[in-house]
């Protein structure tokens, strides 16, 4: 059967992309049954990525995002010593991006702990947020808020219809096989000439995104545009830059029902197969390339994984004697203290004076600045293991 891109409806051809093994992994680190299978759409530029049956169970028992905690975030950057965690970072963003007027209604749409707008709401207290969520876990978190909020489970509240001046949506899309269907649920919150905001992944920028197994959508700019101006959306903003890895995007709902023409550049799409290409190649070889550094460790060397995150996970996955691994390294205090199949995770001051090998389990492109950077280490001698 031919897939059919999510964006424009086109057919599929040929997968750029199989994962070695007949195991996929996870934004949550767990590994699923199947193969992931990555296609490029020629028409849009969309980058999708097959659904796997055991998916739905994944998201029936193990997606949680930061449940452990009110405080519990990810980590999105580490600037001169100082922490900045996702939701403050989105927060600041958001403010910069959209108009948020008093009595303005704003509904974070797939919400989960809504961390985001708690702390846009503390600073525009005049504001009436709205919550929804398709599962009831988070509803504690959300009578956390400094005031009451109105939310709705499983389905959107009907008497939010046609109501909404801007509807959030923070690292949903990329998770939905039928865009089509999500879309017209937002718009069908929306206020004529409302504004939808949106943050997904940019592949472009963090090449794990590629190979992630439930993230089923990997825009491009490109498709970003085609999907929103065919559903009827103008003034759209894509910003690549403003927040790492991602594109933050503002579009406001037309006001009539009249559909512009989608105009697609080619040589923007001709750009993007290349980069994917290459980030196919890559993934073949960087496995190959853990297998290869894990095979020159000597019988006394002991190792250690820097990043407990996905990269992290995916060498922990990888190795062949993950015996020989002591700890998890990270800067992210919400995961230090924790386990990832019982090596404890510890602070970079925290390491043991034994470990030789490190695998520096980070995003490439930003990877050998975080550990040049951690300065009780200059005095260390560490062979480390790059993607
Ligand atoms: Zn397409």
Known sequence: ??????????????????????????????????????????????????????????????????????????????????????????????????DLFPGCRVLDYGCAKAPTLKKVVISNPDIEPFLFDVTDKYISFWNLYPRQVNYSVFQPDPSWKGSMDIVLSFY???????????????????????????????????????????????????????????????DIAIDDMVHDAAFVVTAKLSLNSELLPTEVNSQEVNKCYNSCLDMAVYWQNAISRILEFEKNIDDKGIVAIYGAGFYGNLIASTLKRFNKVQCFIDQNKYLQGTHI??????????????????????????????IDNIKCWKNHQLNYFYF
């Not at 649920?185 to 992944?201: Q, R, T």
């Not at 404890?344 to 490439?364: A, C, M, R």
Request: glycine share 4%.
């Open 341 to 370: 199949n019982h090596k404890p995770v510890l602070s970079p001051e925290e390491i043991n004076e034994e470990i030789s090998y490190v695998f520096v389990g980070l995003n490439p492109r930003v990877a050998h600045e975080t």
């Open 1 to 98: 059967m031919h897939q059919l891109c999510n964006v424009c409806g086109s057919c599929l051809n040929s997968t750029i992309y199989e994962s070695p093994e007949n195991l996929s992994i996870t934004t949550m680190n767990s590994l699923i049954d199947g193969k992931t299978s990555v296609y490029f759409c020629q028409s849009c530029s969309h980058l999708q990525t097959n659904e796997l049956p055991d998916l739905i169970n994944y998201y029936a028992t193990e997606y949680e995002i930061n449940l452990n905690s009110e405080e519990d975030d990810q980590l999105y950057k580490v600037v001169d010593g100082k922490m900045l965690y996702r939701a403050d970072h989105q927060a600041t963003v958001l403010q910069s991006k959209v």
């Open 172 to 234: 949903a899309l990329e998770h939905v096989a039928n865009l089509k269907e999500a879309i017209s649920n937002i718009k069908s919150l929306l206020k004529p000439g409302g504004i939808f905001y949106f943050i997904v992944p940019n592949v472009y920028e963090n090449i794990a995104d590629f190979i992630v197994a439930d993230h089923i959508n990997h825009f491009s700019k490109g498709s970003l545009k085609s999907f929103l101006s065919k559903e009827g959306f103008r």
